[in-house]
């Protein structure tokens, strides 16, 4: 939204800077004569115009497109960030269980068969190995 007020004021002052046909009468751009002896300077004035046009085009447009490659990066960087962020908040949570988990197992050492721990990851990987392993050497 600041980008286009800031535009808008750009060209409302170049377009203050235009003179004002309407308003002025004096100015007829129909009655404008060039004589032919003119030509050629009034010929060389233009090119030299539309070159210095043509550069500061360029850098506008190679400004532009700096800018908007940097609010690409800092997008990127911000998602990328937050990407990391969020895998270093799923890794601590896996040391909290895995420390829970085995501070329980701890707990209950020598008492296994009391308790049923199928629900367990450990039995269920146990589970699964065993029948990898029979499908594997059958």
Known sequence: MTRARADVATARERVAVLPDYDSNKALDPAAARVRASDTPALLQRLVAIDASATA???KLRAAEQLARRGTQELRAGAVLTSIG????????????VEYDRRRKLD????????????????ERWRTIEIGIDGVIHS
Do not use: K, T
Not at 109 to 116: C, I, L, V
């Open 85 to 96: 962020v969020g895998g270093l908040a799923l890794f601590g949570s896996g040391f909290g």
């Open 56 to 58: 500061r085009e360029r």
């Open 107 to 122: 707990a209950i050492r020598g008492h296994e068969s009391e308790y049923d721990l199928r629900g367990c990851p450990a």
